[in-house]
């Protein structure tokens, strides 16, 4: 993300995908199993590294998605 970092502007909306054999309930436990990625995703953006905080700035708009694979890995999207 670093070599693209300057293009992200506000509001922007960050999406995740998980993919995985299984699939996680929508409501509840996906979100949570993609936090970790948007607290890093949203300090990075705004340069608050404070734990906990970047993701609370107004502008963001987080979306969570999820596809069944074989093989486990994250899709990162940012879009403004």
């Known amino acids: 993300m670093l070599p693209v970092k300057h293009l992200i502007k506000m509001p922007c909306t960050l999406k995740v995908t998980r993919f995985a054999p299984k699939t996680l ?39 969570y998605d999820q596809v069944k694979s074989k093989k486990y890995y994250t899709k990162i999207e940012i879009n403004w």
């Open 25 to 63: 309930d929508a409501h509840d436990n996906l979100p949570y199993s993609a936090k970790w990625v948007m607290d890093q995703l949203c300090a990075e953006i705004t340069g608050d590294l404070r734990p906990g905080r970047a993701d609370n700035y107004e502008g963001f708009t987080f979306q």
